[in-house]
């Protein structure tokens, strides 16, 4: 597969819950940039496959058909993608930073979204 440029700006989020995703979506694009949403991670790999890699993903862990730990191991197998900085979007109790890293994220945002907290930490990796 050929490498794909980055899309200027773009950002693909990876969650399953349409009112979460669509949120998201909404607050990344007032802040100016264009989003891609995909329900779950297979979903999440067929946009990779068929579009410019975007700039960056956000990722919840728990979704449907494709989890985000095999996404993300998916994602590192795919050339040109592989380097795309994601950050981890997520409820789950037991996530810190350093599990995060492990991942191979680049950061971690809690749910329920702070979104200044998220904005910063997009701004900081796009």
């Known amino acids: 597969m050929e ?24 607050i990344l694009q007032r802040a100016g940039y264009t989003v891609a ?19 960056l993903i956000l990722l919840d862990m728990l979704m449907p058909v494709l989890d985000g730990w095999l996404f993300l191991r998916e994602l590192r197998r795919l050339p040109g993608c592989a380097e795309i900085p994601v950050i981890v979007v997520t409820g789950m109790s037991v996530a810190s930073p350093e599990w995060t890293q492990a991942l191979g994220a ?15 930490i997009v701004q900081r990796h796009v």
């Open 106 to 120: 680049v950061a971690l945002v809690r749910k329920p979204v702070d979104v200044g907290h998220l904005l910063e």
């Open 3 to 26: 490498s794909n440029p980055p899309a200027p700006r773009t950002i693909l989020v990876a969650e399953d819950d349409a009112v979460t995703r669509e949120g998201l979506a909404s």
């Open 37 to 55: 949403g995909a329900a779950h991670g297979q979903e999440a790999l067929d946009y990779l496959l068929a579009h410019s890699c975007p700039q």
